[in-house]
């Protein structure tokens, strides 16, 4: 079992790094899983988004 893990500032960034890298999967490889994370904070008065997510394939 593997994971490959994903963090971009953008939602549409990190859809395309996990459909890039998904497309890549070999056909015996198979997800088990996707987790998918959203955390906020505040810099100054800007708030800042990080979008996170974890494939766990075999």
Do not use: G
Request: hydrophobic share 40%; proline share 0%; net charge negative.
């Amino acid at each position: 079992m593997k994971v490959k893990l994903f963090d971009e500032a953008h939602e549409k960034d990190l859809e395309e790094a996990m459909n890039d890298f998904l497309e890549e999967l070999d056909e015996d490889q198979e997800v088990i899983d996707i987790k998918y994370s959203v955390s906020t904070s505040v810099f100054s008065e800007e708030q800042i988004y990080c979008f996170s997510a974890m494939i766990i394939y075999q």
